[in-house]
T-cell receptor
């Protein structure tokens, strides 16, 4: 199965710093999705992107759908302790209704 | 949360026993999915359904079967559990977003331990 390349694997940052993570794929996608997962819980959808070049914000989060349709990035500005968790990217394939996932970026925010 | 519940939330079972996990949704979504999540592997698709009695295999379907006799319920069965099936299992639905794309939402997960 296809797996997306997500980087970095982990990040340790000071509270107030900005964060950036990205995902790349060898295939093009119709949709890029970004999730956050807290321990013991299911992934929660943060942002959905539908068109190449699209830039979308959700509060302090900003994500972009790459122009080639093979990549996406997520930025978190002015990080706070509750941003701690694992962030996943996902892409919806161009045929059918299947989704493919990155292996996640573990974010630690140091107060 | 897209109205998705999973049961049980935790289960410990012995090798060789059958296990059924249930996913229930209340919002009439057509597409439903079962994933497993393991360290270092991310989320991997086991089976998915595109309607009542319409299912298809995913990437890691060996040792698993599914059934969907009603829109709201999607069952995952391990016919004879093995230790390699110890994992966290997530149910998900997808619904239309914008521009022909889809969004996917997850349930709270079931932690299964096979001893």
């Amino acid at each position: 199965g296809q797996q997306l390349n997500q980087s970095p694997q982990s990040m340790f940052i000071q509270e107030g710093e900005d964060v950036s993570m990205n995902c790349t794929s060898s295939s093009i996608f119709n949709t890029w999705l970004w999730y956050k997962q807290d321990p013991g819980e299911g992934p929660v959808l943060l942002i959905a992107l539908y068109k190449a070049g699209e830039l979308t914000s959700n509060g302090r989060l900003t994500a972009q759908f790459g122009i080639t349709r093979k990549d996406s990035f997520l930025n978190i500005s002015a990080s706070i302790p509750s941003d701690v968790g694992i962030y996943f990217c996902a892409g919806q394939g161009v045929t059918g209704n299947q989704f493919y996932f990155g292996t996640g970026t573990s974010l630690t925010v140091i107060p | 949360d897209a109205g998705i519940t999973q049961s049980p939330r935790h289960k410990v079972t012995e090798t060789g026993t059958p296990v059924t996990l249930r996913c229930h949704q209340t919002e009439n979504h057509r597409y439903m999915y079962w994933y497993r999540q393991d360290p270092g592997h991310g989320l991997r698709l086991i089976h998915y359904s595109y309607g009542v009695k319409d299912t298809d295999k995913g990437e890691v379907s060996d040792g698993y079967s599914v059934s969907r006799s009603k829109t709201e319920d999607f069952l995952l069965t391990l016919e004879s559990a093995t230790s390699s099936q110890t994992s966290v299992y997530f149910c998900a639905i997808s619904e239309p977003g914008l521009a022909g794309g889809y969004e996917q939402y997850f349930g709270p997960g079931t932690r299964l331990t096979v001893t």
